[in-house]
Each structure stands twice: as structure tokens, then as C-alpha cells.
């Protein structure tokens, strides 16, 4: 099969309709052939044989038929479809074998060899159903478990509680993240057919920790270095910096739980001013949490509200539209540099200063629109989609909500919910689709716009013995999960950490610790 087919012959200058109407004068006499040649513009050799039979109309489309019926091909990309949501979509070379497999199954004549579609079939199949290869992004299974509605309508009960009454210049969110030293997010423009280069100074592997943080109003707050080392050298802190910038150091160049308390109390409660209370948002990483850290918060009205497992994609501010801005402008930065200092490795002190830069750079209305976006300020509880929750779950929040709101419109709403649920999440099964037969595979009866076609350029028929959807079923078939352990919960999804029940939990497992190395030892 040609990729890209180029008609070499012109159009006929003639249409269908023209034909048909030479055809019935020539057969009825009205006019002479030559004549209704003449008249229609058609040669005369095409005219005679339409006139005498020779030659009929096979068919209204312009090649020959499918390898394989439309509705087939049609459940096949929505099966692609629907698996490239749930996160498992299959590539190029799988959905060639599950179609080979069908039609070894269901043993159907097609012109592939061996059974298997080609590299044309497949760019065929992707062109008509709208399908693309694209590189997928990497989603923590754990992500996907914790997207559970009672645990992030919990969190929002939580968060509109404390933050109620509480203006926007009070409300912050802190986070971490690494600035790698060599750039790779930008694009360069380069001939066609060549690879790009861009020469940096090392592998690309150095990464530095940087701690920022703003508030709901778009005040940004000083930023906290953390380098890799045992010490902080005078060497590594630039000249030029942004206003109450500080420095720390650790063994992996990682956060940990004593450079997080100096922080918050050297960097943030200095320049969060004098207004009390005051909520601080950030994750529940363990760096982040410990007994005098929370007495702290305590003694200074800090409320801190932890947000739950795993969320931080969709409720953090600064993850929502801080840092892919702000990393953009650092690889720019770093590209100007690594020009003018070709093969050198860049100084500590040069990155902080650009840091400093960029971060005085940053637009207000980003940290602003964060806040936004998290559903914090202003509030609002309805900001993760749909599609986001565990469906399951999804499910039985909806089931619990209906009864607790309106018991006697539950009823009523359950089978328009769910009926939603199912077009959106399930999978198709064997249960649900009917199983292709011969009657149903033509055309026109799936998509009645497709030209018809006559007897000899029907789809070939097929005679199921296996359906596709059973067929990739199998492929997804889970693992039998291992017997239960007894479990404890040691905390929520999320909840306010500065408080007294916080602390007794966490002076517990600290004693439980301790007790446990003494009998070690």
C-alpha cells in the first residue's frame, strides 16, 4: 500500500452525473454518441462502453475495500482510547500483535503478512481514527490510588475551616524542588535531517534544592538554598543576592528535617510580618514535620494544614504554575552563560545569583493564579476534575453524598450517575458489546455517511469466535493480590499538624523509637 498516494492522471473533466445522462441519451437515441461526447465532454470510448454494458459503476468509493470491516477497526481505536486514559496505553508494536491475534482468532483472510498489520496498516489506522504515538508521562500508581474523593473533600472541609475570616496576605504555601545545572528544557533551531548538540560542562546529573514559597496575595518569600556538603563556604555566597536569602548544606544536598526548622524559623516567621494567625499549605514530607517544629508553629499562631498523599500535582501552588515558568527562565539563563564560559562548570555563587534574578522576575498574578488553581484562595472545593478520582471511589462518594444530602432524590439520581460513570471509566467487556457478526459489519451500517458499496466491494465478512475486547482483557488481567496484613493508620490523608493530639501522636512513636534501640542495644 502506497504511504502517500499522489494521483499521476489528471481528474476526469466530467462528473457522475454527466455520465449517467450521456449514458441514458446514447441508450434511448436522443443523441449520437459522438454527439454526447461532444456535449458532455466525455471520450467517446468510455461513453461506448457504459452505453453497451461492458463496463458498470462497481463502486462509489475510490479504492478497494478495508483489510478489516470499519466497526471493528472503530472498536479497536476505542479501545485504545479508553485504555490510554485508565494509564495503560499500548504501543505501536502491541496494538499490532492484539490485531493480528483477532484475526488469527477469528481466522479471517486479510492481506497481512503472516497475520500481522504492517507499519502502512498502522499509519492508515492511526490517520483515520485520529490516533498519534506520543511519549506518555511518567504517573506514581500511588498517585492514582489516593485520588480519593473522601480523603480530598476532607482536606477542603479542613482547609475552609482554618482559612475562613483569614485574608489573602495570611495564607502561604511553601515548597522544594531541583534546579538542574545543565539545561534541557529549550529548543534550539537547527537543519533539517541533523541532530541537535548542545555542549554543556558535565553530564547533566548535578541538581541544587531550592526552598521558595509565597503567599495568596503574590508576596514571594525569600528562597532557601540547599547545597550538597558538610559545610557552607563564604566562597559560595554571591554578592549579588535576593533580599533574606539563605544557605544550608547537607550530606545528599536533599532537604532534612533541621535544615526545614531553621528555615522556618530564621527565613519564613522573619518575613511573614506581624499578623496572626497565620496558615501555612505544604506536603506531608517527612522533613517537614517534627515535635519542635509544630511547638513552634504553635507559640508564633502558625496554622499548618498538610495536604494529603500524593496531591501535590493538583493542589500545590507553587507545582501549579510557579516552577515550570520559573525553570524555563534558569535554563535560559544558564544557556547565556555556558556561551560566554565555554566547557567551564558553573560556580555556586553564579547560580544564586541567577536565581536571585529570576525569582525577583517572577510575575505576582503567578503565585496568585496558584492559589487559584489549588482551590485555596479563593476557596473552592470542585477544582480536581472528575476524571482525576479513582473510579471506584468516585462512586461510592457519589452514592454516600446523594443519600446524605437529598435521601429521596437518590433513587433517581443513581442510574444517570452511573450510567455516566460507566461511558467514562469502564472498560468495554463482552458483556456490553455485542459480538461482531457478518450482518452488522457492513459499512453503512455503522457509519450511514461512508459511501455505499456493491456486493463485490463489501468488507469481507467475519466469523467470530473471539471478540477483541476479550482478547485485550486477557492482556490486562491483574495478579492475584497477596493475603491482607492487620493494619494501623497512623494519620489522614490531610489535617492540621500544629496541634495537641498532632504532638502526643508523634511524642508516642518517638518513645516507641526509643525503646526499640534500647533493646537493641
Not at 463496463?55 to 462509489?60: A, E, L
Not at 470499519?70 to 499490532?96: A, C, T
Not at 544536598?253 to 494567625?277: A, C, H, S, V, W
Not at 509544630?294 to 493542589?315: F, G, M, Q, R, W
Amino acid at each position: 500500500m502506497v504511504r502517500n498516494y499522489i494521483r499521476k492522471k489528471a481528474p476526469p473533466a466530467y462528473s457522475k452525473n454527466d455520465l449517467k445522462e450521456a449514458v441514458q441519451a446514447g441508450q434511448r437515441s436522443t443523441l449520437t454518441l459522438y454527439r454526447a461526447a461532444l456535449l458532455y465532454k466525455i471520450p467517446k470510448t468510455t461513453l461506448f462502453t457504459h452505453v453497451k454494458g461492458k463496463r458498470g459503476i462497481k463502486s462509489n468509493t475510490g479504492g478497494r475495500a478495508p483489510a478489516l470491516p470499519y466497526d471493528v477497526e472503530q472498536k479497536f481505536s476505542n479501545s485504545i482510547k479508553i485504555l490510554e486514559k485508565w494509564g495503560m496505553g499500548l504501543s505501536k508494536r502491541e496494538v499490532l500483535q492484539l490485531i493480528g491475534r483477532y484475526v488469527k482468532e477469528n481466522n479471517i483472510v486479510t492481506p497481512f503478512k503472516n497475520g500481522v498489520p504492517g507499519n502502512d496498516y498502522f499509519v492508515r489506522f492511526t490517520k483515520a481514527f485520529h490516533l498519534s504515538q506520543k511519549k506518555p508521562q511518567s504517573v506514581e500508581v500511588a498517585r492514582k490510588r489516593y485520588m480519593d474523593p473522601f480523603v480530598m473533600y476532607d482536606y477542603f472541609n479542613i482547609l475552609k475551616q482554618h482559612i475562613e475570616n483569614i485574608p489573602a496576605s495570611q495564607i502561604y504555601n511553601i515548597d522544594e524542588t531541583g534546579f538542574c545545572l545543565d539545561p534541557s528544557r529549550i529548543k534550539v533551531v537547527g537543519e533539517n535531517g541533523r541532530a541537535a548538540h548542545r555542549t554543556t560542562s558535565g553530564p547533566g546529573r548535578e541538581n541544587i534544592t531550592v526552598l521558595l514559597g509565597g503567599n495568596a496575595a503574590g508576596e514571594k518569600l525569600p528562597p532557601l538554598v540547599v547545597f550538597k556538603g558538610k559545610h557552607i563556604w563564604n566562597s559560595w555566597i554571591p554578592t549579588e543576592e535576593y533580599p533574606g536569602m539563605t544557605y544550608s548544606a547537607t550530606i545528599n544536598g536533599r532537604m532534612e528535617t533541621e535544615t526545614f526548622q531553621k528555615y522556618f524559623e530564621n527565613n519564613f516567621l522573619p518575613n511573614i510580618g506581624k499578623d496572626r494567625p497565620t496558615v501555612l499549605i505544604y506536603d506531608g514530607h517527612t522533613s517537614h514535620i517534627s515535635i519542635s517544629l509544630i511547638e513552634k508553629a504553635i507559640a508564633n499562631d502558625v496554622i499548618i494544614v498538610k495536604l494529603p498523599p500524593h496531591s501535590s500535582h493538583l493542589l500545590q501552588p507553587m507545582d501549579l504554575c510557579v516552577f515550570k515558568s520559573l525553570k524555563m527562565a534558569c535554563d535560559a539563563e544558564l544557556i547565556k552563560w555556558q556561551r560566554q564560559n565555554y566547557g567551564k562548570k558553573l560556580p555556586k555563587p553564579m547560580f544564586c545569583t541567577i536565581l536571585s534574578k529570576i525569582w525577583s522576575q517572577v510575575n505576582p498574578s503567578l503565585l496568585i493564579k496558584g492559589f487559584e488553581k489549588g482551590g485555596i484562595y479563593p476557596f473552592n472545593n470542585e477544582v480536581i476534575p472528575v476524571e482525576h478520582y479513582d473510579p471506584e471511589a468516585y462512586k461510592r462518594w457519589c452514592d454516600s453524598n446523594c443519600k446524605n444530602n437529598n435521601p429521596e432524590e437518590a433513587q433517581v439520581a443513581q442510574p444517570n450517575l452511573r450510567s455516566t460513570l460507566e461511558e467514562r471509566f469502564n472498560l468495554p467487556s463482552t458483556s456490553t458489546v455485542p459480538p461482531i457478526t457478518p450482518q452488522t459489519s457492513s459499512v453503512n451500517s455503522i457509519n450511514p455517511e461512508m459511501p455505499s458499496t456493491s456486493s463485490e466491494h463489501q468488507n469481507p465478512p467475519v466469523n467470530n469466535t473471539k471478540s477483541f475486547e476479550s482478547i485485550l482483557l486477557e492482556q490486562l488481567k491483574q495478579m492475584p493480590k497477596p493475603a491482607k496484613s492487620i493494619r494501623k493508620r497512623v494519620c489522614i490523608g490531610a489535617e492540621v499538624i500544629t496541634s495537641l493530639e498532632a504532638v502526643a501522636k508523634l511524642n508516642e512513636k518517638a518513645n516507641k523509637i526509643k525503646k526499640t534501640r534500647e533493646v537493641d542495644n
